[in-house]
């Protein structure tokens, strides 16, 4: 059974992969991935662009030349927080969560070429811890499909992939107000998100079952509110302050066990 799989996972942490297998390609697959992510949130009231590092499992399977593949991950490191001074000398202590899932299915269409499709969600969460006033908190949680192609070309015993792929989402934008005895309270800002993700991978054998995967991904996505003009519920603050360009640099490194 011949194996030699170029895995290219793109998006907040996914959008899609691309398998390069023979017809009789069967089994799964099963992986472990760290991130080191550099995120650039930019919205008309806030810029900030934090560093954090994410683990990921996959899991796939094979039929042929079609794959399906799950995949989840979440924050590991807590050493994003940083003070970011808001004028008037008040000053906010920032701290980032980030979480993502998703479900591809894909197909190798002829030799490296491969299309996929599927389905993401994923949350980005910052929270601004005040000392002066009530605490906020603002939550961008996205979900919906996104397809994609791409192409692995064999070097030696390995695979170098190239990929791109373009996302549609549904999106809302939590503001909270964190108040001292807990409650959340605050408005909801519903949008769309749309955008592209661009990779590279190297992936090569360590052993008969084992092999590593070297990735650089790049998302570019922007988030619209579907009322810019209007008010926010409960605010005199226009929607559109929450137009957001959400971008992130991936660098990741993955060992995965073939069965």
């Not at 030699?4 to 089994?27: E, K, P, Y």
């Not at 808001?86 to 299309?115: I, P």
């Not at 052993?207 to 991904?217: D, H, I, M």
């Amino acid at each position: 059974m011949n194996k030699n799989i170029a895995w290219l996972c793109l998006g907040n942490c996914l959008l899609g992969s691309a398998a390069v297998a023979d017809d009789n390609t069967s089994g799964g697959e099963i992986g472990l991935s760290f991130n080191v992510k550099r995120l650039e949130f930019n919205i008309p009231i806030l810029h900030v662009n934090p560093d954090f590092n994410t683990l990921a499992i996959n899991a796939s399977r094979f039929y042929g030349r079609t794959y399906l593949s799950a995949e989840h991950e979440i924050l590991v490191t807590d050493d994003t927080a940083y003070v970011f001074n808001t004028g008037g000398g008040v000053q906010n202590t920032l701290a980032f969560d980030r979480k993502d899932s998703g479900l591809t299915v894909g197909h190798n269409v002829w030799r490296g070429l491969s299309v996929f499709g599927g389905y993401k969600y994923g949350a980005t969460t910052i929270t601004a811890l005040s000392a002066s006033s009530d605490s906020q908190e603002f939550t961008n949680k996205t979900s919906g499909p996104f397809v994609g192609v791409s192409y692995g070309f064999r070097l030696g015993d390995g695979v170098l992939g190239v990929s791109i792929a373009s996302a549609d989402f549904k999106t809302k934008t939590e503001w909270r107000f964190l108040g001292p005895d807990g409650a959340a309270t605050g408005p909801d800002i519903p949008g769309k998100t749309t955008g592209n993700s661009y990779g590279v991978t190297w992936s090569a054998p360590l052993t008969k079952e084992l092999q590593y995967r070297l990735s650089l991904k790049i998302n570019r996505y922007k988030f619209s509110v579907d009322d810019p003009n209007g008010d926010i519920v409960g605010t005199s603050q226009p929607a559109g302050i929450f137009n957001t360009d959400e971008n992130y640099t991936i660098y990741g490194i993955a060992i995965s066990k073939q069965f």
